[in-house]
């Protein structure tokens, strides 16, 4: 605070604190030390009165002289200061009073001495008269100590006070003439520095305003004249310096007028090459979108039919073609989604949404898509969620999605025995923001070091032979791990060779404010015994159970679960549910049928866990199999409904409308395709469904409002009604009929782009499925939405095997023209290219089977693969393909291949030669 005073109040400041704080303290004690004195004269001068009072007074007490007495006391009252007088007798009391009554107690009797008592208004003296007083009077010296009476004067302090005051009040004048006159003298001498000061404060504002011409004059002293002079010099210095910044300023501003017709056209071509940018951005959408339709489409068509296909009698030879096609086809689809996703994070188009999700939920269903694949290698699947861990949050589900879905299916691929375990936990919390830690660990072949540096780096694999037989691009890890980091996470890996992997994902990610839905209070309190041999699973589902509010006794054998039901119905604590997890491989169905009856006789309710390759075989043994038989792994809010379900049973006429029961589900397919409305009407038939189509979306909303389905497909592009307006139109007629329950729609698009998927979700679907589709997928979505089962087709191809070549043409100039967008020169001069190069990729492609140099042999095949693809040679193009493949699998039919390679390359050299 003392800085922010002007010098001037600074130096009177400091002049005055310091004097005044002086002077009142030397006042004061000067002051204090008079009154002191004064009290102590007037004190000494009351005993010296007194103590000559005692011998005059003492022959009148003697003798009884009382008026002797009363003219002493008068004569003692003439005396300055002296209030009051008594003389007592022997026994205190009053023989003679003079003056006014004495204002305070009595001093304390003391018959050898003199005693006093001081207050603040006056002073009592308390005289002892003794036999020898009255010797003193007479001239006798004897020590007579007989007492006589006693003598009480009160001295006032009124006149000691009132001159202490005038005292006091003299100095607080003198006092306060020095500050004055102190005052006065430091207001000059702060005058006398302050002015000088502000006129150099003045000059100094005036410069920085740009007035460089100010000088300072003298200043009256030597100090401040000296650094009015160095201001002053400062000045001409800066004004030196404006002037030649304004010169240069003036010949750069003419050297901007001569450059700004070039700087003119400069930012005319810049605006064109930015709006060719942003062109160029806008079509690239464009195709990404319309690819991923037009090559969606006529592979829904592709795969669909080929199964269908494969269900007819055919021949091995015919099996294993078709087996070819479904195979590519597989590929070519996971190799597009990749492709795909890969452009749009590399062009910055790739949007993330922010929409609440359940993580148990997301996690659960992961795994029940990826279920089949592993029950197929017989693999166990767990998710260990752990209850610290917040499940209501905020991101992009779908994104995060893909990203597990990708980490467990390359477990899936690498594992082939064991368990593949997703664990869930959290490791900070805060008020709006939870760490969480994803991992998926797997018990398969492992990683070594040199493979970890290959991880996560485009278009590499880190056992490029084991990766090719199991399938990638090689993008799956890098579109993940590029996800993860757009949403501000992290991810890694730890393995050991031979012992199996653990990838992990670090993840921030918003609290929803939505909290978890609490179990039904119907399932709290009551017993199931758990039975599952996999420790880890049975571990799994034990916490799944307790969050149900169930009271859990794990089993790791049937006959002991059986045991422990019947002595607990012994013991009256009965176990009224039992969750029965079991593969074929250690419980038949017929053993399974008659432990379940025997629970049954002992009052306990059974709910059967088994894989999702062995359903149909648990299926035909279970009375409610509706109700009683799910899939593994365990999915939480199935477990609970199946349970709430096995615990109250809805009476038959008040059961809720919708497909619970084990029927065939009744669906409806809308699509304009003539060619997709009768795969997915054929799929869904073979499968056991009842079926009815539309083949635009009036009819589907037509067909709503006449019949009740279990489930609606719908197609999305449409003429006329599309299947957005169709969705909206049968949401406005449910909503108008109150016993009309709510219809799950799904979605069949060929689009892949998130902002087509959040439209279809905000414009009343209630799922989508992205062509081309498949029997699993439609069975898994039945299940989902309608609970009802639908027949496996039967086993699916596992693997792709050579394609037969022979029968494609050599040259086809048809396919080549639609390959260059229907320009002829442009597929003349790709043509043109390709045979000029044919003949060096022949003899390198020799060169490098004769030294045996395999990658140089991938290579130099792979080059000439690309080559083929813009050309139309269908039948080189299908041999490279298939070369490219087996000699990346170490396929010893590869040199067959390569002879075969060599044969298509020499048929078309000739073909071109001669027939072009």
């Known amino acids: 605070m003392f800085h922010d005073f002007s010098i001037k109040t600074r130096i009177v400041m400091l002049t005055l604190l310091p004097s005044s704080l002086l002077a009142l303290v030397l006042g004061s004690y000067f002051t204090w030390q008079q009154l002191s004195e004064m009290h102590s004269n007037l004190v000494g001068r009351g005993q010296l009165i007194v103590q000559q009072l005692a011998p005059l007074a003492a022959p009148s007490l003697a003798q009884d002289y009382h008026n002797r007495l009363q003219r002493i006391a ?4 003439d005396q300055p200061d002296i209030r009051a007088v008594s003389f007592l007798d022997s026994k205190l009391d009053t023989i003679v009073h003079a003056g006014p009554s004495l204002s305070g107690p009595l001093p304390p009797q003391d018959p050898t001495q003199l005693t006093l008592v001081r207050d603040n208004d006056a002073t009592h003296l308390l005289m002892p008269v003794l036999g020898y007083h009255q010797n003193l009077a007479s001239g006798s010296s004897s020590q007579d100590d007989r007492l006589l009476g006693w003598i009480v004067l009160e001295i006032s302090h009124h006149n000691a006070l009132l001159q202490g005051y005038r005292n006091l009040l003299a100095s607080l004048l003198l006092i306060l003439g020095v500050l004055l006159v102190s005052a006065f003298l430091a207001l000059r001498v702060g005058r006398s520095i302050s002015d000088p000061l502000r006129h150099i404060q003045q000059g100094v504002s005036q410069l920085r305003d740009g007035h460089l011409e100010t000088r300072l004059p003298p200043l009256r002293s030597h100090e401040l004249d ?38 003119e056209i400069q930012n005319i071509e810049l605006d064109m090459a930015r709006r060719e940018a942003l062109e160029a951005s806008r079509i690239k959408s464009e195709f990404l979108a319309n690819m991923s339709h037009e090559i969606r489409t006529p592979l829904n068509g592709i795969i669909g039919f080929t199964n269908l296909l494969q269900k007819c009698e055919l021949s091995p030879r015919q099996h294993d073609y078709l087996n070819t096609i479904q195979k590519s086809a597989d590929s070519l689809l996971d190799i597009i989604n990749e492709i795909l996703d890969f452009s749009k994070i590399e062009a910055g188009k790739l949007v993330l949404e ?126 993940s791990k590029r996800l993860i980091e757009q949403m501000g996470g992290e991810i890694g890996v730890n393995s050991v060779p031979g012992e199996g992997s653990e990838f992990w994902i670090r993840l921030s990610l918003p609290l929803d404010d939505h909290s978890e839905d609490e179990p039904p209070t119907v399932l709290h309190g009551h017993r199931v015994a758990l039975l599952e041999q996999h420790e880890l699973a049975r571990q799994s589902i034990q916490h799944q159970l307790e969050d149900c509010g169930l009271e859990v006794q794990p089993f790791a054998e049937l006959d002991s679960l059986l045991a422990g039901v019947a002595a607990a119905r012994q013991e009256k604590r009965p176990i009224g549910l039992a969750v029965l997890g079991v ?173 087509e998927r959040r439209a279809l979700l905000q414009s009343g679907m209630d799922d989508y499925m992205t062509k081309p589709i498949n029997e699993r997928q439609l069975a898994q979505v039945v299940h989902k939405w309608t609970r009802l089962h639908l027949r496996s087709s039967g086993p699916q191809a596992d693997e792709a095997l050579s394609a037969s070549i022979g029968h494609l043409s050599v040259l086809d100039p048809e396919e080549g023209l639609r390959l260059a967008a229907g320009k002829p020169d442009l597929a003349a001069d790709m043509l043109s290219m390709l045979l000029a190069s044919l003949d060096a990729d022949r003899q390198a492609i020799r060169q490098a089977r004769r030294d045996g140099d395999r990658i140089a042999l991938i290579e130099r095949v792979h080059r000439l693969h690309g080559a083929t693809r813009y050309c139309g040679v269908p039948q080189l193009r299908a041999a490279c393909q298939h070369s490219e493949t087996l000699l990346k699998q170490h396929a010893p039919e590869a040199d067959a291949a390569l002879d075969e390679l060599d044969g298509a390359i020499q048929r078309l050299a000739g073909e071109a030669k001669f027939g072009v």
Request: with cysteine.
């Open 583 to 755: 593969t074929s491989r250690d419980t038949s169905a017929e053993e399974l049928a008659q432990r379940i009856a025997d629970l049954e006789r002992l009052g306990c309710k059974c709910l059967v866990l088994c894989p999702t390759t062995e359903q149909m075989l648990y299926q035909e043994v279970l009375p409610e199999a509706q109700i009683q038989l799910q899939s593994k792994p365990a999915h939480r809010d199935k477990l609970q409904a199946a349970l709430t379900e096995l615990l109250t049973p809805q009476p038959t006429g008040q059961q809720t409308p919708g497909p619970l029961g084990n029927r065939a589900p009744h669906l409806l397919c809308v699509d304009d395709n003539p060619a997709n409305l009768l795969l997915v009407q054929t799929l869904l038939n073979d499968m056991g469904a009842t079926v009815s189509v539309a083949d635009s979306g009036q009819a589907a909303v037509e067909a709503a409002q006449r019949e009740r389905f279990d489930l609606i497909f719908m197609d999305v592009q449409m003429p006329g009604m599309d299947g957005r307006q169709a969705t909206r139109a049968i949401r406005q007629w449910e909503a108008g009929q109150p016993e009309q329950r709510h219809t799950p729609i799904i979605a069949l698009t060929a689009h892949a782009l998130a902002n």
């Open 74 to 77: 008068n004569r003692v009252l």
């Open 226 to 263: 000296d650094l009015a002079a160095g201001i002053n010099r400062m000045a001409e210095v800066m004004q030196h310096a404006q002037e030649e910044m304004q010169n240069s300023i003036d010949q750069a501003t003419e050297d901007v007028r001569q450059n700004l017709e070039t700087i």
């Open 354 to 479: 922010h929409n609440p999700f359940n993580l148990r939920e997301l996690i659960q269903d992961t795994l029940t898509i990826l279920a089949p694949a592993a029950h197929a290698k017989h693999l166990e699947l767990v998710s260990l969620i752990y209850r610290d861990t917040p499940l209501a949050l905020n991101g992009d589900p779908q994104r995060l999605r893909q990203v597990l879905t990708n980490l467990i299916s390359n477990a899936i691929k690498f594992t082939n025995e064991g368990t593949i375990a997703v664990r869930a936990m959290v490791e900070d919390v805060g008020e709006e923001f939870a760490q969480l830690r994803i991992s998926v660990h797997d018990t398969g072949i492992g990683l070594s070091q040199e493979d970890l540096n290959a991880l996560f780096q485009a278009f590499s694999q880190a056992d490029n032979s084991l990766t090719r037989q199991a399938g990638g691009t090689g993008l799956g890890l890098v579109i």
